[in-house]
């Protein structure tokens, strides 16, 4: 197992900006040196604890200060985007990156980022299919560019001057493109196996319940079948909640005190899926009634705590509930406290993961 890094992230609502953003930075720093291969960000428009606006922008602020991990959009929202945009500036990146980056997408999940790009009534999984397809045919295509369809159009067809380079879009620096990826955020999701027909590689979400991550397997292995491609358990991701303490008492106090940024992380989501009527997400049975999933009830269940030992036999335990996945995916919170927080990163890469893989390799003799 390997271990990789997302951060949505939600902040303190008081805590100043810059801080915010510079204390995300320094965990996407601190994962490069302790060998995470992966790392992820996400990026909202109208969100004030959720203060990365743009995951392109982000990265790049990163692209010199990183040396072996893998930096990947986590997403870019493609509804709320031109696909002209999309194009050109994920390519920069990955010239920035030398390479070193996955183009993570989605339709967005964020309904007032929604509401003001003038597309909280529109069919926005119908604009994410367009944007990426247009996407890739402006990286596949030659100028000058005549792509017209239900949402978007890019052309350079009447200011185009090749002889000085005007009109055409630069290509990504991986041939053909950087490895696409998608959040699967949905138990049973279709959209995994869209995805892996295409070619295109799964990170299940971190505030799935165990039993509804484990659907996501069959479904990916059907979209690797219609792709004519082999199912491979290394190429799947889980992200998942994790607190990581010297000792019990102080794992416990960080991840559940009324103050915790786990608690924090989990109000807010509650908030917003209660609004959206999406509480299904959280629910054991889907005939529980809506009132009976509360904070504790969720938190319970989503965030693993504890010393490295116990979180080591917590995430073994969940792997025997999910089935094998080849990357486990820490999900990055605020850090209230700002040594608590590299803490808990620096011992799950040095000391938990080693008990998990130590463990796994023991499994299979």
């Not at 930096?71 to 010239?95: C, F, I, Q, W, Y």
């Not at 008492?249 to 807010?268: E, G, H, I």
Request: with cysteine; net charge negative.
């Amino acid at each position: 197992m390997q271990l990789s890094f997302f951060t949505m992230p939600i902040h303190p609502l008081n805590k100043p900006v810059w801080q915010s953003i510079q204390e995300d930075r320094e965990a996407f720093i601190l994962a490069d040196e302790l060998g995470f291969v992966e790392g992820y960000c996400g990026e909202h428009t109208t969100d004030q604890a959720e203060i990365i606006t743009s995951t392109v922008a982000f990265l790049a602020s990163l692209a010199y200060e990183t040396k072996n991990i893998r930096l990947g959009t986590g997403t870019v929202n493609l509804p709320n985007s031109h696909p002209a945009r999309v194009a050109a500036e994920v390519a920069m990146l990955d010239h920035m990156l030398k390479g070193r980056f996955n183009f993570g997408i989605s339709p967005g999940g964020l309904m007032s980022d929604a509401e003001v790009f003038g597309n909280l009534d529109k069919d926005r999984n119908a604009m994410f299919i367009e944007c990426i397809n247009m996407v890739l045919q402006i990286w596949e295509g030659k100028a000058p560019y005549n792509l017209q369809g239900d949402y978007y159009s890019v052309t350079t067809e009447k200011t185009m001057m090749p002889e000085i380079g005007q009109g055409e879009f630069i290509k990504p620096y991986q041939d053909p493109h950087p490895p696409i990826v998608g959040t699967v955020v949905a138990p049973y999701s279709k959209g995994v196996t869209a995805m892996a027909a295409r070619g295109w590689e799964p990170i299940s979400a971190n505030f799935l319940l165990p039993k509804w991550v484990a659907t996501h397997w069959p479904n990916y292995a059907e979209g690797c079948a219609q792709g004519g491609r082999e199912a491979k358990f290394e190429n799947w991701s889980v992200a998942k909640n994790l607190c990581v303490a010297d000792d019990m008492a102080t794992a416990k106090r960080y991840a559940r005190d009324p103050n915790s940024p786990y608690v924090l992380y989990f109000k807010q989501l509650l908030t917003k899926l209660r609004s959206g009527g999406r509480l299904n997400l959280f629910k054991e049975d889907q005939n529980m009634n809506d009132e009976d999933v509360t904070l504790d009830y969720v938190l319970d269940r989503l965030v693993i705590y504890g010393d490295p030992s116990s979180v080591a036999d917590q995430v073994l335990a969940f792997q025997e509930q999910t089935g094998p996945f080849g990357k486990l995916v820490y999900a990055g919170q605020d850090w209230l406290d700002y040594d608590l927080g590299r803490r808990s990163m620096i011992l799950m890469a040095e000391q938990v993961l080693p008990k998990i893989n130590t463990a796994i390799g023991a499994g299979e003799q």
